[in-house]
């Protein structure tokens, strides 16, 4: 049975023959952009959460983080890409199938991962497993949603 971020990743894959697409007044990139983005986000929190030493966990509040998780929602335009997830490469049809596929591979590894591990979010502080499970799932549904506007947009 396939989870929820499976799932979604599933949506994204949709998205992949008109990656191209685009409209300013929805957003300054293109729909590659994002399915790139979310699937890069995906891969480095997985890696970073398996990585993690359980036992330097530190709880840190985070109000941001609280609205972010309870609402299931990231507001537009407010956050800023880092780096890190940030598209540098040209990307191609084929090489979003891959990195799809490649995230499909890294999702099944969450798994393998224990509860106590975490995430260091640079607006959110830390987070276990859970929690940040679920940020990459609203974090998914937010890029799905712009995409889909673009795509509406269009017909």
């Keep these: ?12 894959a949709t998205y992949i ?6 409209n300013d007044q929805i957003s300054k990139v293109d729909i590659g952009w994002h399915i790139e983005h979310i699937l890069l986000t995906i891969n480095g929190v997985i890696s970073s959460l398996a990585q993690s030493n359980p036992t330097n966990f530190s709880s840190q509040f985070s109000l ?5 998780l309870l609402t299931n929602r ?3 335009g407010k956050g800023r890409v880092p780096k890190v997830v940030k598209p540098q490469v040209a990307y191609t049809e084929d090489s979003l199938e891959q990195h799809i596929m490649a995230t499909k591979e890294k999702i099944s590894q969450l798994e ?3 509860e106590d591990h975490f995430f260091e979010h640079p607006y959110f502080g830390n987070m276990k497993k859970r929690p940040t499970v679920h940020f990459l799932e609203i974090h998914t549904k937010h890029h799905i949603k712009i995409i ?8």
């Design 64 to 68: 941001l983080k609280n609205i972010v």
């Design 17 to 22: 023959p008109g990656y191209t697409f685009s």
């Design 1 to 12: 049975m396939k989870n929820s971020l499976e799932s979604l990743v599933d949506d994204v």
């Design 112 to 114: 393998l991962i224990s």
């Design 74 to 76: 990231i507001p537009r």
């Design 148 to 155: 889909r506007e673009i795509v509406a947009a269009i017909k």
